[in-house]
């Protein structure tokens, strides 16, 4: 048995949820299909699908054993492109994730520069506002925001950004400008569910960490909702800098206890470490980092690369 291709059909019959289709899409007769998982599943002493007249479904061991076959399968088709030369040239499609305002604000435009260099490449985003698994989702590049969790990611600071407090000038000149903290308690409060955001705020004075439970006249769960209602002179808000950057510029909000924030958080670019890097995920990397660095709206300091252990 040819382990490689018994490999491949396996993998195309759990991606397709069927051994006639994955023959259909293979090229390939039902019955060797069928044949070849039977040989795959004898070698390896396991029962990799249930089978049923109407459906085809892995089994616990074959979902890990799917999983491991993918990887492996990518890694073969990444060694043989760079066999052949493809690693000089960005080709095939890159993925990426972020939270829904960052995606639209920084990645949308890096991914238009970064398509018109190089023509045999396409792009897809996922931009959700939760923490995305690459490899469960099948994606190559992620944007981090916030303190990173241990993985086997490779990541590449490339800026901070810190939390903001903030309402219209419509609004603060009716109810006056909140002082400290505890002043939040007489005002109407715009909270942020995105990213299981809670209503506990942190600030910090000096060393002093200060963290006040806030009780929201409104919780919303896109940040974009808690801009909108702020413009409109609701209440007090409080998201990343960069995301009331512009309406802070053209004078439509105000931050407010400034003396209060808390510390900045870092962004990083996270991607797949592997024995090799494709060139469309190496090439991507190093151009987006050199383009949010830049940023004046990410403060970032100078460029880390970490392994997260």
Known sequence: MDRFHALKVFVKVAELKGFAAAARD??????????????????????????????????????????????????????????????????????????????????????????????????????????????????????????????????????????????????????GEPDTPDDLSCHAIINSTALNASA???????????????SPRISMNTNDAVIELALQGHGVGRLLSYQVAPYIADGRLKTVLKSYEPPEVPIHLVHQEGRTVSAKVRTFVDFAVGRLKSDPLLVGNKTQVQKQD
Request: net charge positive; with cysteine.
């Open 200 to 214: 506990q705020w942190h600030f910090q004075r000096g060393r002093k960490t200060v963290t006040k439970r806030m």
């Open 26 to 175: 293979l090229n390939m007769s039902p019955p060797t299909v069928t044949r070849m998982v039977s040989m795959l599943e004898d070698s390896l002493g396991l029962r990799l699908f249930v089978r049923t007249t109407r459906s085809v479904m892995l089994t616990d061991s074959g979902q890990r054993f799917f999983e491991d076959a993918r990887r492996i399968l990518a890694d073969l088709e990444e060694a043989e492109r760079a066999a052949v030369g493809s690693y000089t040239e960005p080709t095939g499609e890159i993925s990426v994730t972020a939270s829904v305002l960052f995606g639209r604000m920084f990645v949308t435009p890096i991914l238009g520069e970064f398509l018109d260099l190089y023509p045999k490449l396409s792009a897809r985003t996922l931009y959700v506002d939760r923490v995305v698994n690459l490899i469960d989702e099948g994606l190559d590049v992620g944007i981090r925001i916030g303190n990173l969790a241990d993985s086997s990611l490779m990541a590449v600071r490339c800026g901070t950004v810190r939390q903001v407090a903030f309402a219209s000038r419509k609004y603060l000149d009716q109810y």
